[in-house]
């Protein structure tokens, strides 16, 4: 029996299974495929959902219906140079994952975001980075976005994407100083923080009036999200918490000056009389969450400061430490500007919060809500 939710992807099996029999030469170049009841017959489900399948096949171009004698096999289909067969290789991996994920009782959003996690991974190995340029946004132009690296930006940014084909979201990680400053100087639109103040024990707002004062800015709650070391699977030098950064055998890959993590960071050791000389690795810098758990991985450092879903994402133990508060910080001008406003619907969607709980360590209560400040 199959589950519901597979249930409802069956056209996804039927379009696969007539990949296969193209990819394998059974169906070849103008032979035709069964007539739509026939193959509803066949698959015990109703001949909308065969249409489906064939137009999905038909959008990816392996296909096409010709009037008189029915649905028939691309028959230009291998000539030289066209470029069907990889967009349709592609489509046929991504819907294995798909059929997989629900095959083991997982919801789509849940596949988007193993999806977003290993798209993740690979642009923080391709990752170089360049500024954004100086403009403003609108419809058509890219929201840019500067600040704290988050997985969570990445689901965002495609869903923005497929929210709106015209909207963009420009992401660029520098940390959430460095988010604060490139809205003080007008190269961002938007910031992502999450920047714990020491003296007064909380986050974002005393840096958003310090860096950005007399401005009204709106704190849009992301989410809130678990932070703590990162030791490889086993944690074969018993790693227990900040205090065991003072071993020498301990070796740490930190995050760069400016991004939350290094600010929150650098306080805990303050506070316990622990010289940044006293960490070894203290010097070497990443700039992702990503980043820095890989590095983790490949054995280069011992031990990093990061989210579950990062650790998570590279089989790494997790020892959490603290909960942190990821905000993105929208200046007033911008609040009511047509791309952001299709940001913000799609960060206070249930699709949102599904896939981002779907990467594990959020805690997404206040996802959406708003703090004005000024």
Known sequence: ????????????????????????????????????????????CTPGTVGRAYAALADEGLIEAHRG?????????LEPGRPVWGWASLINRA????????GQGQTPEQASAALSVAISRWRDLQRVGTPPAKVAPDHGQPIRFVGSHDLALETLAQMVSESDGSVQLDVHFRGSLGGLMALNQGTADIAGVHLWDESTDSYNVPFVRRLLPGRRVALLSLARRELGL?????????????SDLRRPEVNLVNRQPGSGTRVWLDA???????PPTAVAGYQREELTHMAVARAVAR?????GLGILAAAAAHQLQFIPLTQEQYDLVVPDEQWNVAPVRT???????????????ALGG?????????????
């Open 1 to 44: 029996m199959r589950n519901k939710s597979a249930s409802t992807f069956l056209f996804l099996e039927i379009a696969e299974s007539l990949r296969r029999r193209i990819s394998a030469g059974e169906l070849r170049p103008g032979d035709r495929l069964p007539p739509v009841r026939s193959m509803a017959q066949r698959w015990n």
């Open 69 to 77: 004698s029915g649905t028939r096999v691309t028959l230009n289909l």
């Open 95 to 102: 819907e294995q994952l798909l059929l997989y994920a629900l």
């Open 230 to 242: 990162m030791v490889p699977a086993g944690n074969p030098q018993g790693i227990q918490g900040l």
């Open 268 to 274: 805990q050791l303050k506070a316990m009389g622990c």
């Open 299 to 303: 054995g280069e450092a011992s031990v």
């Open 343 to 357: 940001l913000v619907e799609c960060i206070r969607s249930d699709r949102f919060a599904q896939a981002v709980e």
């Open 362 to 374: 959020y805690d997404l209560a206040n996802v959406g809500q708003t703090t004005w400040v000024s």
